[in-house]
């Protein structure tokens, strides 16, 4: 048996929980309070700040976010962390880059990484360029009192003694990117979790509180393993029948061919995998794809490949979770211990992104307390075209210092004090047909073999 087809089932089947996650997200269609929108004529006297609940116009604005057609965009992000420990410490990373989006994938990405305490501070500056099935890259470190550029570097691409970019092959990630289905899905999330349609001085924003839907998500996900492991011999096409769960892939994949799902696939996972799927077609839906191959029997046969242990069964949907589990693992869902890990994250999701903040920036401790926000925003003008999106977010909280052999989290934090962390992040994009890109003709790159080679003219 095919054990790594069988995790990726079994992943999918638990990926289903977030489908209970939809019970606490209303449709937009929904969602809006203390204002009236209005179509027609009526639509130009709602004053900026309004929340529309008019359910059509609502409804324009989803279907004008998911249907959006992308060329490009440029794009600005920054992130702040501040760390206060027996030091202070803090990191600051801003980023600018710009993206064209039809016809293969091309962008050009600029990286400012600065750290430390107080004098002791430290500046790395790096470049990433997309260009057909290649990804160049270079990075630099700064000197004291020496502040980079984008423009200032990708002179230094050109100068007589180049600064001299690695190359690695990036025909999988154009692949994916380039896939319809990621564009599609992308745009389906805007139906699948609750949002806020406001009036603006130049149009209308639709808001995603992202915290409260992850919450959401987590608290369904875990109801479904506590469903999953007390409901005996619950297989996975019953999984797959549960109306929360069928809702939410038919909202993602709505739209989806089964040939672009297949397309999307196939890059990231096993050629031994690939090589069992069936053919997808190009007129049927996503969805039906995936649930035909539940109750496909001969792709189950070509799966289990006959084995004596699976002739139970005649299809992957006939298999009961607990058998599943127990091939992979050797015990049962409950000793997977899905359920305590979810019931860990749902309720405490800002505690566990400020102990992973802190993994992420090398420091030791266990978080005791932590806030987390992060809402995205989506510009439209009147005539609900989106011009582009940008997304805030923080997180913040304490962690204690990890206790040593023998000694308790609350002695070692009495001893050394607790150390705070700060973290918020900013995101600005607009949308453009066709943003103007760095001409890397003539820039040398590393090869292979450690000799150099310029990229040619495009």
């Not at 319809?180 to 001085?201: C, D, M, R």
């Not at 002739?311 to 979770?321: D, N, Q, R, S």
């Amino acid at each position: 048996m095919n054990k790594k087809f069988l995790s990726g089932i079994l992943a999918c089947a638990l990926a289903a929980g977030s489908a209970f996650g939809v019970t606490a997200c209303r449709d937009l269609g929904e969602s809006g309070t203390g204002g009236t929108g209005g179509t027609g004529e009526n639509q130009n006297v709602v004053k900026p700040g309004t929340v529309i609940t008019d359910e059509a116009l609502v409804r324009e604005m989803i279907d004008a976010v998911s249907g959006a057609e992308i060329g490009g965009l440029t794009c600005s992000a920054s992130l702040d962390m501040n760390i206060t420990a027996e030091e202070k410490s803090s990191a600051k990373v801003t980023l600018e880059g710009s993206a064209r989006l039809r016809g293969g994938m091309e962008a050009d990405l600029f990286c400012a990484v600065e750290n430390g305490s107080g004098e002791q501070r430290t500046t790395g500056y790096h470049l990433l360029f997309v260009r057909g099935d290649a990804l160049y890259s270079a990075s630099k470190e700064g000197t004291e009192g020496n502040k980079e550029t984008f423009d200032a570097l990708k002179a230094e691409l050109k100068a007589e003694d180049p600064l001299v970019l690695g190359r690695e092959e990036a025909e999988t990630l154009q692949s994916v990117l380039n896939a319809p289905a990621l564009l599609g899905i992308a745009g389906n999330l805007a139906s699948v979790a609750e949002g806020v349609v406001t009036k603006t001085e130049g149009g209308y924003s639709l808001t995603y509180d992202v915290i409260a839907a992850a919450e959401g998500l987590l608290a369904g996900a875990e109801k479904l393993a506590e469903t999953a492991e007390t409901t005996a011999g619950m297989t996975v096409s019953a999984l797959f029948a549960q109306p929360f769960v069928s809702d939410l892939f038919g909202k993602l994949l709505g739209g989806v061919t089964a040939k672009e799902l297949y397309d999307l696939a196939a890059p990231l996972l096993p050629q031994e995998i690939v090589s069992l799927l069936p053919e997808a077609d190009a007129k049927g839906d996503a969805f039906g794809y995936l649930t035909g191959l539940l109750r496909s029997g001969d792709f189950y046969a070509s799966v289990t490949g006959g084995e004596e242990d699976w002739a139970a069964y005649k299809t992957f949907g006939e298999v009961p979770l607990e058998t599943l589990a127990e091939a992979l693992s050797g015990g049962t869902l409950e000793d997977l211990g899905l359920k305590e890990l979810l019931h860990g994250w749902s309720g405490k999701l800002g505690e566990k992104l400020v102990g992973l903040a802190a993994d992420l920036a090398g420091i030791g401790g266990t978080a005791k307390s932590g806030e987390a926000e992060l809402t995205v925003t989506f510009s439209l003008d009147e005539q609900k075209k989106l011009l582009g999106f940008s997304a805030e977010g923080l997180i913040a909280g304490s962690l204690a210092p990890e206790a040593e052999e023998g000694e308790s989290e609350t002695v070692r934090a009495a001893e050394t004090g607790e150390t705070s962390l700060r973290a918020s992040v900013k995101i600005e994009a607009a949308i453009v047909s066709s943003p103007e890109l760095f001409d890397l003709s003539g820039c040398e790159y590393s090869e292979a073999d450690g000799d150099r080679a310029q990229i040619p003219s495009a």
